[in-house]
């Protein structure tokens, strides 16, 4: 690249203090969705490609620090400082269920069969509630050595993965057993632990290094030295040839999966980076900081050129997402004064 272009992101504005979670949704009938956990006790949906306000999810009494979508993204969840986790219908906003917990709620995901909620907090506790039944007590695995930070499923919901606040690496768990099988070694704690979509790879971010593990036989595959202290990382999900990075300079660093040199760097926020996540079809990508905003950049056209006419949803790989294919979500969303004005 000959040029150096500046990236001009979508700046999506309407969370009154930090973005600490960011979630896309899988690409669904009506497009994909992005979904944000802030300290401002609010989530909010959004179309993941535009990046328009779609709601927000009104109940919670303090921060929410983590936030997902079910697979259909008809559902989503939160765990919040409020020692609960709420189920959300994502059609209309509406509270479906709040699980109390004892402490704050750090973590939370949806198995992939949509049947079940992880979640993990202060009280050093995975927690799995089953959402056909969930006025029933929850499965509860109590061996988390530290306070839980991160959890996520993988191996068709087999297998649960956590990290800790105060302690490194990252422990896999056997559903069935509740027992630990495996540790991921790390010398600083694991902010961010994602699954690959194709189940592949784990992608960890532990102090200045981010990692990326076997997610089959649990071995180191590359680790690379960050220029900073970063909090978030995720691998481009269609090709694995790019991921990203962001931390403690502000920066969204886009680095080459294979060597570990930076493409390129994104400037634009105005505090750290808590989270980065490559939305489903690679494309584009966004990151949340502690300036209150959104981010969602566009990957570079060298990069989407490589690839033209290889992806998955046919030529160029693109999921267009128009206006009406999403009004189903908003139709029945409750719209509330306070709402973002930019939409």
Known sequence: MEKKKV?????????SRPVVDLFYSPVTPDGFFLISASKDASPMLRNGETGDWI????????AVWSCCLDTNALRAASGSADFTAKIWDALTGDELHSFEHKHIVRACAFSEDTHLLLTGGVEKMLRIFDLNRPDAPPREVDKSPGSIRTVAWLHSDQTILSSCTDIGGVRLWDVRSGKIVQTLETKSPVTSAEVSQDGRY????DGSTVKFWDANHFGLVKSYNMPCTVESASLEPKF??????????????VFDFHTGEQITCNKGHHGPVHCVRFSPIGESYASGSEDGTIRIW???PA???????????GPGGKV?????EVARKIEGFHITKDGPSEG
């Open 303 to 313: 990069t989407a050129d490589e690839h033209e006419g290889i992806g998955a949803n």
């Open 202 to 205: 784990i992608t960890t971010a």
């Open 298 to 300: 566009q990957m570079s």
């Open 55 to 62: 709601g927000t999810f009104e109940g919670h009494k303090g």
């Open 240 to 253: 694995g040839n790019r991921f990203i990075a962001g931390g403690e300079d502000m920066w969204i660093h």
């Open 320 to 324: 267009k997402v128009v206006a009406n």
């Open 7 to 15: 990236a001009v992101p979508l700046v999506c504005h309407g969370h």
